[in-house]
T-cell receptor, first 113, second 116 residues
């Protein structure tokens, strides 16, 4: 069945360092992957996405890497800032289930000043 | 340009009562999705609706839960005869067309439901 999981539930980094958050997925037919950021008391906020036919996509201070061979997804945050402290979720969509995102359980990122 | 609006933000009910959660999608969005989030877990898909139609309810419990998205007004998630296990945060998301590649969902800030 489908599942999306994260390697570590918590990650603590020093301000200014780079952060890497990992995600493993099991559905090799997934078409599209998304990273979300969720702050306390708020809903998930879209960060960056990637199609399954891509290996890498870059945004502002963030990069998503997709390794389909090992079904692994990562989110890299450059020069991590205190405002980046939040829970990060990966999610996947299969086009035959368009409309339905399957979320992992999240990694809590804490940025130390 | 208002985002997805959910109300109430917090809802307390006693066991056996009914809970009604409302979601107003972003302007121009006709696709609505409901998710449930338990503490320290990811969001779990419940139902996907388009105006007046339920498209996918594969994540909805078979009993006590229902959802609607009428032609006019907000989408409603209704939970009848609530039990303690229904305590969770319920999130609504919307999109202008079906959520998929490069058509992200926009989430509201959720309704936190507590059952006494």
């Amino acid at each position: 069945g489908e599942s999306v999981g994260l390697h570590l539930p918590t990650l603590s980094v020093q301000e200014g360092d780079n952060s890497i958050i990992n995600c493993a997925y099991s559905n090799s037919a997934s078409d599209y992957f998304i990273w979300y950021k969720q702050e306390s008391g708020k809903g998930p906020q879209f960060i960056i996405d990637i199609r399954s036919n891509m290996d890498k996509r870059q945004g502002q201070r963030v990069t998503v890497l997709l390794n389909k061979t090992v079904k692994h997804l990562s989110l890299q945050i450059a020069a991590t800032q205190p405002g980046d402290s939040a829970v990060y979720f990966c999610a996947e969509i299969h086009n035959t289930n368009a409309g339905k995102s399957t979320f992992g359980d999240g990694t809590t990122l804490t940025v130390k000043p | 340009n208002a985002g997805v609006m959910q109300n109430p933000r917090h809802l307390v009910r006693r066991r056996g009562q009914e809970a009604r959660l409302r979601c107003s999608p972003m302007k121009g969005h006709s696709h609505v999705y409901w998710y449930r989030q338990l503490p320290e877990e990811g969001l779990k898909f419940m139902v996907y609706l388009q105006k007046e139609n339920i498209i996918d309810e594969s994540g909805m419990p078979k009993e006590r839960f229902s959802a609607e998205f009428p032609k006019e007004g907000p989408s409603i998630l209704r939970i009848q005869q609530v039990v303690r296990g229904d305590s969770a945060a319920y999130f609504c998301a919307s999109s202008p067309t079906v959520h998929g590649a490069e058509q992200p969902q926009h989430f509201g800030d959720g309704t936190r439901l507590s059952i006494l």
